[in-house]
Each structure stands twice: as C-alpha cells, then as structure tokens.
C-alpha cells in the first residue's frame, strides 16, 4: 500500500515561486515500474493533472504549466516535488500528489487522467494573489 503525504502549498503573489512536495511512505522504486503525478482542482473545477514522471524521468505537463513548473523525484529521500514559478492567480488550487504501479499512459503528451491513479495524498492549497 503506497501513502503519500503532500506539503509546500501556501499564498504567494503572482509571479512568485513555491515547491511541493510529496513524501511516499515506502520507496516507490521498489517496484518494477510506477508513475507519479500532481493534479489540481479549483473550486468548482474539475481535478486536472498538471505534470507527471515515470521510472524513465520522463515528465509531461499540462500546456498551461509548461515552461514555469518542472516536476522532479528524489529517489534517495522518496519524495516528489513541484517546483513552481512565475505563479498566476489561475494557478490557485488545492494540488494532489497521485502515485500509480504502471508505466505513465500519457496521451498528446499530457498527464494521464486522474482516473489511473489509485494512490493519492491529502491536497496542499496554494492560493495565488493579483
């Protein structure tokens, strides 16, 4: 059973920056392959994933976060993280850290929907001001 433990989110204003992080309650790279995610969902909105990392590194993220967030693994301490910068108010949502036992099924080189994960963390707010 893989738990996930999600902090870092906070206010900041716009263009600030903020890390996530994700911390798994057994080594993740124990099994043979994996994926992780980030997701966000705003009040009213649906749960969207925002970026993803298989055991290969490889990352995809949403169109909206390229170029500003990058999604990075610590396979020492097994902790994910969510590096975020140049933050926008649109950007304001309670972010999920998601773990699934299998290879990342991206499709248009996008985060795998949400429904492929069934491992997930509490949600950590990040509230972004004008």
């Known amino acids: 059973q893989v738990q996930l433990v999600a902090s870092g989110g906070g206010s900041v204003q716009a263009g600030g920056s903020l890390r996530l992080s994700c911390a798994g309650s057994?080594?993740?790279?124990?099994?043979?392959?994996?994926?992780m995610a980030w997701f966000r969902q705003a009040p009213g909105k649906r749960r969207e994933g925002v970026a993803s990392?298989?055991?290969?590194?490889?990352?995809t993220y949403a169109d909206s976060v390229k170029g500003r967030f990058t999604i990075s693994k610590d396979n020492v301490k097994n902790i994910l993280y969510l590096q975020m910068t140049g933050l926008k108010p649109e950007d304001s949502a309670m972010y999920f850290c998601?773990?699934?036992?299998?290879?990342?099924?991206?499709?248009?080189?996008?985060?795998?929907?949400?429904?492929?994960?069934?491992?997930w963390g509490q949600g950590t707010q990040v509230t972004v001001s004008s």
């Open positions: 998601a773990a699934d036992l299998r290879t990342c099924l991206n499709a248009y080189d996008q985060p795998p929907p949400a429904a492929d994960f069934p491992y």
């Open positions: 057994e080594s993740i790279e124990l099994y043979g392959t994996y994926c």
């Open positions: 990392i298989g055991r290969d590194r490889r990352t």
